[in-house]
């Protein structure tokens, strides 16, 4: 089992950046395939990006490729998501997943953090 808690949440302006952070709990976090999601208001929740256990491998949605970077630091325990060039439509909370197998769908993904809210102003 992992816990999970999301920070560097915020308010930032259209075209400004953030990086979301993950920590994860345990001595078994590289075992974990990790992905982040995100949930707006009056729509489903929706995947982000996915990275493999050791990093090597990583996908995103075409909503968000070429602007966000999804990366890990087994050695810290901890995922990372850069977000550059944000639009008002990123706007949502922000969960990080983690799983022992790839996913692109939240029910592939068996633990969750509590979310972090980035909101994108125009």
């Known amino acids: 089992q992992v816990q999970l808690v999301e920070s560097g949440g915020g308010l930032v302006q259209a075209g400004g950046s953030l990086r979301l952070s993950c920590a994860a709990s345990?001595?078994?976090?590289?075992?974990?395939?990790m992905g982040w999601f995100r949930h707006a208001p009056g729509k489903e929740r929706e995947f982000v990006a996915a990275?493999?256990?050791?990093?090597?491998?990583?996908y995103y949605a075409d909503s968000v490729k070429g602007r966000f970077t999804i990366s890990r630091d087994n050695a810290k325990n901890t995922m990372y998501l850069q977000m550059n060039s944000l639009k008002p439509e990123d706007t949502a909370v922000y969960y990080c997943?983690?799983?022992?197998?790839?996913?692109?769908?939240?029910?592939?993904?068996?633990?969750w953090g509590q979310g972090t809210q980035v909101t994108v102003s125009s």
């Open positions: 997943a983690a799983n022992h197998a790839y996913g692109r769908r939240w029910i592939d993904y068996a633990y």
């Open positions: 345990g001595r078994t976090f590289s075992s974990y395939f």
């Open positions: 990275i493999s256990w050791n990093g090597d491998n990583s």
